[in-house]
């Protein structure tokens, strides 16, 4: 089981931790400390964020540990939370959603909750953010075309009672500063 990939090791589904289970109005169990990570730590979920696909013979000789270390290791941020599950990276052009765009919404006080979970439902929201400024949420889509993200703004989200109003940035074009093609991707070892 040592050099298997990672995405079969760690790609069961995150469950919701005690806080996340209280009923509204309940007070909410105390959340962990941050656990604290060594470098070796840190080299391990910049590797595992750039391949999460990578073997643990992989990651345990690019970081200078055991095999056996590694996996303890990796084994040991899944439990205390800090990776929360593997993904890929989508090139979201190459898989017939051209257009991105991030939305800012200003949003009714107090519905926070109610917006979050109507936004989750969005086809192609990727990223839902609260936030502080001059507006209360960040969302990021990925559509299949320009028609297709004005259709999702005025109609789907406007027609949300809670949206006060919204503002949409296309976006021109992006980098993965994790893609290991990308220019200025961080390298093992770096701080």
């Known amino acids: 089981m040592a050099d298997e990939q990672m995405a079969g090791a760690g790609s069961a589904p995150v469950t919701p931790g005690p806080a996340a289970a209280c009923p509204p109005g309940a007070p909410a169990a105390a959340t962990p400390p941050p656990r604290p990570l060594d470098p070796i730590d840190r080299s391990i979920l910049r590797l595992l964020q750039t391949d999460g696909r990578a073997s643990i013979r992989s990651v345990a000789e690019q970081v200078h540990v055991s095999r056996a270390n590694a996996y303890a290791r990796i084994n040991r941020l899944i439990d ?13 052009e190459r898989a017939g959603q051209g257009a991105s765009a991030y939305i800012t919404l200003k949003i009714v006080q107090n519905s926070w909750r109610t917006v979050r979970e109507q936004l989750r439902e969005l ?69």
């Not at 205390?80 to 979201?92: C, E, K, S, Y």
């Not at 953010?129 to 999702?152: C, I, K, M, Q, Y």
């Not at 980098?175 to 390298?187: E, K, V």
């Open 123 to 191: 086809p192609g929201a990727a990223h839902i953010a609260l936030v502080s400024g001059d507006f209360d949420v960040l969302l990021l889509v990925h559509t299949p075309d320009n028609r297709t993200l004005r259709e999702l703004v005025l109609t789907r989200l406007q027609a949300i009672p809670e949206v006060l109003s919204t503002h949409t940035l296309l976006v021109f074009e992006e980098t993965d500063l994790l893609d290991p093609q990308s220019p200025r991707a961080p390298h093992l070892g770096e701080e």
């Open 80 to 92: 205390d939370g800090v990776i929360r599950g593997f993904a890929a990276r989508i090139n979201h």
